[in-house]
């Protein structure tokens, strides 16, 4: 992770609809008069800068504008405390962004964060991004999860449930031995490696496809690697546990970091953002370079927003939205909206009825650029899936 890129926070907006722009310019705290802006004025793409010096954003708007492009700038052009930037311009002025304004560090940045958005990401454990989504099956082997809480607590039946999940499509099966709901106690290492080592051990003996732990505990990972698991998922993004990072290094496998504000314990606790979608952005990009520090390839590394970690129904849903400035970053997108209490509160329905709601909450995360969904109906979401990836991607 490019330290410019950790201070500067760069997202590509993509500029097709007014509405979306004016918004984005008032999220950065730009006045109406402004945000009134004829759209003629927008390129086809816009990339928010954030903490820009004022004499570089100034540097910047001029050099820009002199090879085609529009950069506004926000805050006081005197004042010392760092001010924001939308720039934006045509797809071919972005992808010579280095040449257009040679030596300019937000350039670099700008450019970094359109090639980021444009590529395709490197396969991961046989899934290769792009052409189709690919599923990932959960699998909770707790008493307390929030939809099927002690439902799969016997070894016999949750390896059934992931041997039925692989054969009716998931990718990757993922099995967690500690509940993520908002307030839900911690659970000791050693009850949590009691209750998922004997499944990750006979699942990944009878499926044939990669076995993910969601844990963010280094010992729960270690016993799950050793038992034949394939994936770390980190609810934590590395954060909580820091001989986590190290350990996935040490074994070379892929890891998702995910976004959650606080702890399971506290993350419902009145959560607050300015900006949900440049506050996930940057928080990523922490793990990322948290990753990078401890030896994590980053071709390895998958990103999650963290739907319902530490968000109100309205982040969750304005996250969704924006999901594609998420791509931003460069890796493959995991989402996880199943079952979730945002769809409870939309429709009313327990946790257990949601299915039909999951599956269309995950098809507008396909057309909006997931690459990865987390869900608890595999069957009902592979037929969406195949249904949204051909008319989003093609057959």
Known sequence: MHPEDLRLNPRVVAASRAADIRGELARLGFP?????????????????????????AYELRSRWAASGGEVLVGGDPFAAVPVPALVSGSSELFARADSACPGSAPAAAIARAVRGWMSQPAPILGMAWGKRTHLMGILNVTPDSFSDGGKFADPGAAVAQGERMAAEGASVIDVGGESTRPGAPEVPAD????RVLPVVRDLARKVRVPISIDTAKAAVARAALDAGAALVNDVSGLHLDPALAPLVAERGVPVVVMHM???P?????????????AEICASLRESLALAERAGIAEDRILVDPGIGFGKTLEHNLEILQRLRELRTLGRPLLVGVSRKSMLGKLTDLPADRRAIPSAGAGAWC???GADLLRVHDVAEHEAVRKVVDAIARGL
Do not use: F
Not at 34 to 45: A, C, F, M, Q
């Open 265 to 277: 314990r506290t993350m419902q606790q009145n959560p607050q953002y300015r900006d949900p979608v």
């Open 32 to 56: 109406g008069d402004v945000r009134d802006l004829s759209p003629g004025r927008i390129g086809t793409l816009c990339v928010v800068l954030e903490g820009l010096t004022a004499p570089e």
């Open 191 to 194: 009850e949590e490696v009691r």
């Open 366 to 368: 396909i057309a909006a």
């Open 261 to 263: 504000k606080g702890t």
